[in-house]
Structure formats: C-alpha cells, structure tokens
C-alpha cells in the first residue's frame, strides 16, 4: 500500500494537521478507530468501504467519500481488498469553515461527502483527482479546492485559541481558567465549541486525555495491572476544580474557650436513606413508648383506663356513657 502526506499551506495549515493519499491493497479488512481529538475528511476513488458505530450502529456504506467530525465514540471502517482515497487528517476546529450546518448536527453521524457539498461538485472533484497522475499531484488538487471553499466562520478564532492549549496540556486544564483567560461565560464557550466542534471543552479536553493514554500502552509490554497503571491519567481531574470542605464560621464574639470554625462533614452517598431510618427509629421508639405508657396497670382494668389521668377519673369515666357526658376528662 501507498501512503503519501504532506501539511497543507497556510492558511490552511491552522485548520488540517496534513493532507494524504492511500492506494492499493489494503492491509486489513477492519480498522476500529477509537475516540479522538481530530476530524476526518475523506475523498474515495475506488470500491466503496463501509462504517459501523457511533451514533448508528448499522453498517452503512461510502462512495464518494465521507465526513466525520471530532467522535465522542468508536467507528469501525471495513476496507475492500484494494483502496484508493485522498483526505484530510483536520484540527477538532477544523470542518468549520468547510460545513454547511453546524458540527453539532454531526457529531458521531458520518455523512457522505456530498450531503455536505453537493453531487455535482463532489463528482468533478473526484474526476480531476482521477485524472491525476501523481499523488501529490492529487493534494494540490485537494488543498486548491478547501481554499476555495474556505469562508469566514464566527467564534473560530476563540475555539482555536482556546483548543489549541487543551491540546497543548493534554486535556490536563480547568475548562474554568479558560473561560475567564477568554473573557466569556462558560455558556458561550460551550455553544462555540458545540456549533464548531460538535462537542463542549470538557469532552475535548477528556478526549485529548483518552488518546494520550491510549498512546502510552504499549501492547507487548506489562500485562493488566501495568496498562492500568498507564492509564489513571484518564481519571485525573484535569478539567474538575477540587472540593473544598465547608467550614461553619463561628460568631463575632466566640465563647471563650469554644471551637473558632467546625469543618462540616460531607453527606456520605446514603446520607438521605440514613436520616430516613433514623426518622423511622424514632417514630417506632416513640410510637412504642406511648404504648407502654398506655398500658392497664391492672389485667382486669378496663380499656377506657388508658385515656384516664387518675382514679377518681376513672371511677366517674366509668359511670359516664356518651349521651349523657362530653367526652373529656372529669378532673379537667
């Protein structure tokens, strides 16, 4: 197989990491590819390869090419036995300029290429790049036609500076220092990234941790334990601010020789079904304490007794029927 790449002029060169062109035999029939922070542009000029995965599970299939952009899931490609394409390995930013609908509407949902550009235009770009003779004669024919299709596109400066230092630590930032850094709210931020990325900073920034753990293992290396180890970078906290223990504050004028501030105990996961058991205790105690309160102190006493409060009560309770006495106690 024949692989050629090279990155593109500016100023293309801030939008796509490099431009490339495959022919031949393919080398596997399947390629899973993981979650990533980057885009895919691709122009197919041989057998039609299929897709299966993100958003929809079915297998679908691909003639003149497909556009995908930054995926929260894992795709899997089938490739025919022998391949031809040219594309374009872009930015998470980078399909911006080149989309008719907002990349949100895309995201983990691969559409052909000429859903995106049209018919006719997508079939005399495949002809021009078929009638190439030489593969780079194939990504100057490609890089002309982005710059001719490249526009202007609100808020792209702000997401470029903003994912290019998500990218430049990892994915290790708080999404919070950005946003101040910035000088807009995180609602903005996040329906900037949404609209030209497809996804918020907190799922770029923890697809940019994903790849670069999956980066360090090395599969003939340790076994389980070691990879696991590699990769607890993915539950660092990079874009979470730390928890901060509450501290109840003590008044202006302390008693003297009192606490001057109680950290306050965190509620534990069960803190509520907790206090409901407790309710349920006291309830049960205090129901059972009334009831042996209530008792007859005698076996022989008679059930109204436990509504008396003392014996000459009781002697005139029991003389007293309903038509002819108020229902309330006679010493009261």
């Not at 003639?63 to 995926?71: E, K, L, Q, Y």
């Not at 949100?104 to 790049?129: I, M, S």
């Not at 990325?197 to 920034?205: D, E, F």
């Not at 509450?246 to 302390?254: F, G, L, S, T």
Request: net charge positive.
């Amino acid at each position: 197989m024949e692989y050629v790449s090279r990155v593109p002029r500016p100023p293309l060169d801030g939008l796509i990491d490099d431009l490339y062109h495959l022919a031949g035999p393919s080398p596997y029939a399947r390629l899973t590819l993981p979650p990533m922070p980057g885009a895919l542009l691709i122009v197919n000029l041989g057998v039609p390869f299929r897709i299966r995965g993100g958003a929809d599970r079915a297998t679908a299939e691909y003639a003149d090419g497909c556009v995908i952009t930054t995926p929260t899931r894992a795709f899997e490609f089938g490739y025919p036995s022998r391949t031809g394409s040219v594309g374009a390995h872009v930015k998470p930013w980078g399909l911006a300029p080149f989309l008719p609908m907002p990349a949100a509407e895309l995201c983990d949902r691969p559409v052909t290429l000429e859903q995106v550009w049209g018919r006719p235009a997508v079939a005399e770009l495949r002809d021009r790049l078929a009638a190439a003779d030489r593969p780079h004669r194939m990504l100057t024919l490609l890089e002309e036609e982005l710059l001719r299709r490249l526009r202007e596109t609100t808020g792209l400066g702000l997401v470029r500076r903003t994912g290019g230092v998500i990218a430049a630590t990892g994915g290790a930032v708080p999404i919070g220092g950005l946003r101040d850094a910035a000088g807009v709210s995180s609602t903005h931020l996040a329906q900037r990234f949404k609209e030209l990325i497809g996804v918020t900073p907190k799922r770029l920034a923890r697809t940019h941790r994903f790849a670069a753990a999956v980066l360090t293992i090395d599969p003939a290396g340790p076994g389980r334990l070691g990879r696991a180890r590699r990769c607890r970078g993915l539950l660092r906290p990079g874009a979470l601010r730390p928890r901060v223990p509450r501290v109840h504050r003590a008044p202006a004028d302390p008693v003297p020789g009192g606490p001057a501030a109680v950290p306050a105990r965190a509620p534990g996961p069960h803190a509520g079904r907790l206090a409901a058991a407790g309710r349920l205790i006291f309830y049960k105690s205090r129901g059972s304490r009334r009831a042996s309160l209530a008792a007859p102190q005698s076996r022989g006493e008679p059930a109204w007794a436990r509504w008396s409060c003392t014996p000459r009560c009781r002697w005139t309770a029991s003389s007293r029927t309903s038509a002819t006495s108020p229902d309330r106690c006679s010493s009261g």
